[in-house]
């Protein structure tokens, strides 16, 4: 618990650091800035107002791992997450950018499963939430359809990437996560408002 509370509510912290290290990536950055616009609209359906920040602490450190001063293993949310552990981030964070997005299937791709499943896997609306942000932003940071996001990154990474190899396990479970937190967003947005 005391783990917890010691950074919920730094989104700032969160927001500076992956400024600071995706500063040469300008498209990362773009793609990060839409994330946590979209993580912090999607907030609304994780429950109290500590889970929408620690949603958009790991919105704005999910692809810190980008920066080349983070390389370690090659995969992003691998050297993100060694990174904050390695800087004393709260655990529940940490983890979170280690498997955003259904990460564990690309790192089994890549022979990487013993590195990443050292993090817990966290399945729950927080988590939902982080994979609705990512998938549904595309590279320049605009907001994009899940399908074509899905058709991008494989244009992107090719055919014959880890990304590709881990396409069937990982695609339902991306689908499935969008598709949750869409409802979601549909179910507040037809509550009667506080008058």
């Not at 997005?101 to 590195?115: M, P, W």
């Amino acid at each position: 618990m005391i783990d917890a509370l010691r950074s919920v509510g730094d989104v700032h912290r969160a927001r500076d650091l992956a400024q600071r290290l995706l500063v040469d990536l300008p498209d990362r950055w773009r793609h990060t800035v839409g994330v946590a616009r979209r993580a912090e609209m999607a907030a609304a359906t994780v429950g109290p107002r500590s889970e929408g920040e620690i949603l958009l602490a790991a919105a704005w450190l999910h692809d810190i791992g980008y920066a080349a001063a983070l390389y370690d293993t090659g995969f992003h949310p691998i050297d993100g997450a060694r990174h904050l552990e390695a800087t004393g981030w709260p655990s529940r964070i940490v983890a979170l950018v280690a498997h955003h997005s259904a990460a564990l299937y690309a790192a089994q791709a890549r022979g990487l499963a013993e590195r990443i499943t050292r993090f817990p896997r966290e399945q729950s609306r927080v988590s939902d939430a982080l994979t609705y942000a990512d998938q549904t932003v595309g590279p320049n940071g605009r907001v994009v359809n899940f399908e074509l996001r899905l058709a991008d990154m494989l244009r992107r990474h090719g055919p014959d990437s880890p990304n590709a190899a881990a396409r069937q396990l990982r695609t339902p479970l991306l689908r499935a996560a969008v598709v949750r937190v869409q409802h979601r967003l549909a179910m507040v947005d037809h509550l009667p408002s506080a008058a």
